[in-house]
């Protein structure tokens, strides 16, 4: 079992910033890739960014030179920063994790961006 907890999520003004951790618990030693996700009301659930074992990184066009997935030496907390916010990237935002046990989901946390 692997557990995810995700906490930065808030509002926040058009054009600010934020910064989503998520730290993963349990068999840790498990997990291969990390990444975000996140749904819009009435849309579907979307890649944000992961982030491989080694380092590598993907991230959707839509956020790509806003935000910056990392993950920490321990392997198990992961982070997004999120620059340049725009209403559109409003959505409950999910960590992932991949592993050889199976995958996993946070509980979310909502991201709120006013215009």
């Known amino acids: 079992q692997v557990r995810l907890v995700e906490s930065g999520g808030g509002l926040v003004q058009s054009g600010g910033s934020l910064r989503l951790s998520c730290t993963a618990s349990g068999n840790r030693d498990s997990i291969y890739n990390m990444g975000w996700y996140r749904q819009a009301p009435g849309k579907a659930r979307e890649l944000v960014a992961t982030?491989?074992?080694?380092?590598?990184?993907n991230t959707a066009d839509s956020v790509k030179g806003r935000f910056t997935i990392s993950r920490g030496n321990a392997k198990n907390m992961m982070s997004l920063q999120m620059n340049s916010l725009k209403p559109e990237d409003t959505a409950v935002y999910y960590c992932?994790?991949?592993?050889?046990?199976?995958?996993?989901w946070g509980q979310g946390t909502q991201v709120t961006v006013s215009s």
């Open positions: 992932y994790a991949d592993t050889n046990i199976g995958d996993y």
């Open positions: 982030i491989t074992n080694g380092g590598s990184t």
